[in-house]
């Protein structure tokens, strides 16, 4: 479970695939010029605040958003694996809207109940993020920790 205490957390910039709607999971795919943007205004935001720790998932957008914070915070960072997006299997890379109109969901819908096989299953992501997030928690009680990870994760 995770502890009461307060932390921040940041979704990365965008990627091309954020922008096309494809889904990206495990795929490696980097921010692009409007995802560095965000990210350096996420990082000029969040100078204002206490920031101690910077813990990102090892894929390229989340450490690069962290990275663009962590310079102008003047922080580590720290990869922690669990902070890792879902595993979206063979969808990794077709278009999300496509994908459910092709299986008669609406755009608003979930896509959890027509994932395929080889994607990671929901109750995956919640049985490893809470332990990763409340283990950095509770290593550092009296310090403030950014998490720079993925929709799905959060």
């Given at each position: 479970?995770?502890?009461?205490?307060?932390?921040?957390?940041?979704?990365?910039?965008?990627?091309?695939?954020?922008?096309?709607?494809?889904?990206?999971?495990?795929?490696?795919?980097?921010?692009?010029?409007?995802?560095?943007?965000?990210?350096?205004?996420a990082a000029h935001v969040l100078e204002r605040t206490s920031i101690d720790h910077i813990v990102t998932s090892p894929l390229i957008r989340a450490v690069k958003t962290a990275a663009v914070?962590?310079?102008?915070?003047?922080?580590?960072?720290?990869?922690?694996?669990?902070?890792?997006?879902?595993?979206?299997?063979?969808?990794?890379?077709?278009?999300?809207?496509?994908?459910?109109?092709?299986?008669?969901?609406?755009?608003?819908?979930?896509?959890?109940?027509?994932?395929?096989?080889?994607?990671?299953?929901?109750?995956?992501?919640?049985?490893?993020?809470?332990?990763?997030?409340?283990?950095?928690?509770?290593?550092?009680?009296?310090?403030?920790?950014?998490?720079?990870?993925?929709?799905?994760?959060?």
């Amino acid at each position: 479970m995770i502890p009461n205490r307060h932390f921040y957390f940041l979704r990365h910039g965008q990627t091309d695939w954020n922008g096309q709607g494809r889904y990206q999971g495990h795929s490696d795919i980097p921010l692009n010029a409007h995802g560095i943007g965000q990210a350096e205004a996420a990082a000029h935001v969040l100078e204002r605040t206490s920031i101690d720790h910077i813990v990102t998932s090892p894929l390229i957008r989340a450490v690069k958003t962290a990275a663009v914070v962590a310079e102008r915070l003047n922080r580590p960072i720290y990869v922690e694996r669990r902070l890792i997006e879902r595993n979206f299997g063979s969808f990794d890379g077709l278009v999300i809207r496509e994908v459910k109109a092709r299986h008669g969901l609406r755009p608003d819908q979930q896509s959890s109940a027509i994932l395929p096989p080889d994607a990671d299953p929901w109750d995956e992501i919640f049985k490893r993020v809470p332990p990763a997030i409340a283990q950095w928690l509770n290593v550092f009680p009296d310090e403030t920790h950014l998490f720079v990870a993925h929709g799905g994760v959060f």
